[in-house]
């Protein structure tokens, strides 16, 4: 005797008798349980070759917003057709509307739309603007309803399968197949019927008996207190079997970008620095040798605030006359500067800093003394137009290497390794200009997955302009990085604004292993 669950016994049993073949809800309306639990059923049974299933695709038709209206006021052919009987068998088509017996409806718009069926099916002929019934016509008026009948039939039922319309009898194969390439008559869906059936093996367990019973997840206190736990079957799991995922909280992608470039040049023996977004035109422009007259100084660039309006300039006055004469005939760095009238105005204007690059030059005119090595990542602002690869807001990493031995060399090594630390293990270099560093480069990683070289920032050697007003006489490596594309290369997002406008679902399935 064999021992399985109840519902698996009962639809075993089921199909050992005359039918050896039974769909799933056949049985289901049987054996008076729900359909998922025969289905239930019958994946077990099929694994222990006690049935087969088979599965069969087929159409299951429904009315749809015309073919609800026909199967109650009648096809537009058939009510034209009453109205030029009416007429006493012609009339033009403008009059066909206003000739209709009573209790039949038309609209204007279905004459126009029905010429061509009542053409094709010899109803009615046109003669210019003349319809008149034909001889065809008037028979096909006075025979049974053919096509409402099949609307009015899926209208009672509901829907039909397709292979059903064949046992209606008479033409209805034909009318369907005719009605079907009519627009929003007919919805269409596809169905799948599951039949099970019996193998030798289910038959032979049918004959030496089957035992069953209920079957249960997990044991509880109850089952073992009262010993039921002996008359139950306790439901196997298969592990290999795909579970819901389960999202626990994690770090933001772009933060964890953050995070990971501030311990890269931790682990490198940087010191991080800070400084203030709301920053004076001195810290972010004239430090930095950067003309007044400079183009990125412009409102299309550079947010200036209006509350404050003035930013204060250093306290130390030497600071702001060897900037000023730095910029107005070199100062003492042999350099012929800009040539202008310095305004100290302008440099007291306060803005949203455009870049970091204040930070780094504000730690060497607190420390201009060698050796030593700084860097800050955090935010900078800049007036640029939204689109997939440019934000107003963004992620900058800044550094310096203050060092009497510092060479062009020892900032390529530098930064080749910093990006090799963040998983680009190619890395390139290119000449550019930047208005405060000579000489000057931009820094490129190679992409696996795109197979091409993306351009992440640009570095060089402060130029005297920008060290020597402060005390400095080392040279300093300098260089500033945009960490939004390299997160938008390590996760694999297109469009940079995925970054902050994210969905919950993209955040979940973000991976932050590299």
């Known amino acids: 005797m064999r021992r399985m669950e109840e519902t698996q016994g009962r639809v075993l049993e089921a199909l050992s008798g005359d039918s050896e073949s039974r769909s799933v809800a056949d049985l289901s309306a049987h054996l008076g349980v729900d359909q998922a639990q025969v289905s239930a059923a019958a994946v077990y049974l099929t694994k222990e070759n006690l049935v087969t299933l088979s599965e069969q695709v087929m159409e299951e038709i429904s009315l749809d917003a015309l073919g609800t209206l026909y199967a109650e006021k009648g096809l537009p052919e058939r009510r034209i057709a009453l109205a030029l009987r009416n007429a006493g068998g012609t009339a033009t088509i403008s009059e066909v509307p206003g000739v209709a017996p009573e209790g039949v409806e038309i609209d204007a718009s279905e004459v126009g739309k029905s010429l061509k069926v009542l053409a094709a099916q010899g109803i009615a002929a046109k003669a210019g603007s003349q319809l008149t019934l034909t001889e065809a016509g008037s028979g096909w008026l006075d025979a049974n309803g053919g096509a409402e009948d099949l609307l009015k039939e899926v209208d009672r039922r509901g829907s039909i399968l397709a292979s059903e319309i064949d046992q209606l009898g008479g033409q209805h194969v034909s009318y369907y197949e005719s009605l079907r390439s009519r627009k929003k008559v007919f919805r269409v869906k596809e169905r799948k019927t599951r039949t099970l059936s019996i193998t030798p093996s289910g038959l032979l367990a049918v004959e030496e008996g089957i035992e069953t019973a209920r079957e249960v997840t997990q044991l509880d206190s109850h089952l073992i207190a009262s010993g039921e736990w002996k008359n139950v079957i306790l439901k196997g799991y298969d592990i290999k079997l795909g579970a819901a995922p389960e999202f626990g909280g994690k770090t933001h992608p772009l933060q964890k970008i953050v995070d990971e470039t501030r311990q890269v040049f931790i682990e490198m023996g940087f010191q991080e620095r800070r400084s203030p977004y709301v920053e004076s035109a001195f810290w972010n422009f004239e430090a930095l040798f950067q003309p007044q007259d400079h183009p990125a100084r412009e409102m299309q660039d550079t947010f200036f605030l209006d509350r404050p309006q003035t930013a204060e300039l250093p306290k130390k006055s030497e600071w702001v006359k060897a900037v000023k004469d730095c910029h107005e005939h070199g100062g003492d760095t042999g350099s012929l500067g800009w040539g202008y009238d310095w305004s100290t105005e302008k440099a007291r204007q306060a803005i949203l800093r455009t870049h970091n690059t204040a930070t780094s030059i504000r730690a060497i005119a607190e420390n201009p003394k060698a050796p030593q090595k700084n860097f800050t990542v955090s935010r900078v602002f800049r007036r640029e ?45 290119r000449p550019s200009y930047f208005p405060y560093t000579e000489p000057s480069v931009e820094v490129f990683v190679y992409f696996e997955k795109k197979k091409d070289w993306f351009e992440l920032g640009g570095s060089g050697i402060f130029r005297p302009e920008v060290t020597r007003p402060f005390g400095c006489e080392v040279p300093v490596l300098a260089w500033g990085l945009g960490l939004e594309r390299v997160a938008m290369l390590r996760y694999g997002y297109t469009d940079i604004r995925h970054l902050y406008w994210a969905t919950a679902s993209r955040l979940r399935e973000t991976p932050l292993s590299w």
């Not at 440019?390 to 203050?402: A, K, S, T």
């Open 385 to 429: 137009t939204v689109d997939y690869k440019h934000l107003p807001e963004f992620f900058q990493v800044d550094g310096i290497i203050m060092d009497e031995n510092a060479t062009l060399t020892m900032l390529l090594g530098t930064l080749g390794e910093f990006y090799r630390r963040m998983g680009f293990n190619k890395v390139k270099f």
